[in-house]
């Protein structure tokens, strides 16, 4: 059974960068396409970005384009959500994912996902 455990959030300034790491046990996740979604208090959960199972293809939410950058390391079974340039409403409970349904995909859709890590909280503050 994939396991994921993200890690990396905290509590950063207005402009300030934060690397996410979702560490994967139990399987490898090189044949997994792998996605990072978060969720605000009192919002629905959205898509962030992913990264297909190669790293050959990446897909961001339109809001993050430019500030953000998912990465993987299949030798670390690791993938990685570099995030820049932070701004307030970027604060939430991010998750990572896993699927292996159209792993060549970078899927945006939170129910392609079998697998999701227990989330890690990024706060940003004014």
């Known amino acids: 059974q994939l396991q994921l455990v993200e890690s990396g959030g905290g509590l950063v300034q207005t402009g300030g960068s934060l690397r996410l790491s979702c560490a994967a046990s139990?399987?490898?996740?090189?044949?997994?396409?792998m996605g990072w979604f978060r969720q605000a208090p009192g919002k629905e959960r959205e898509f962030v970005a992913a990264?297909?199972?190669?790293?050959?293809?990446?897909n961001y939410l339109d809001s993050v384009k430019g500030r953000f950058s998912i990465s993987r390391d299949n030798a670390k079974n690791t993938v990685y959500l570099q995030m820049n340039s932070l701004k307030p409403e970027d604060t939430a409970v991010y998750y990572c994912?896993?699927?292996?349904?159209?792993?060549?995909?970078?899927?945006?859709?939170?129910?392609?996902?079998?697998?999701w890590g227990q989330g890690t909280q990024v706060t940003v503050s004014l």
């Open positions: 994912a896993a699927e292996n349904h159209v792993p060549w995909q970078a899927s945006t859709s939170d129910y392609e996902y079998d697998h």
């Open positions: 990264i297909t199972w190669s790293g050959g293809g990446t």
């Open positions: 139990g399987r490898t996740l090189s044949s997994y396409a």
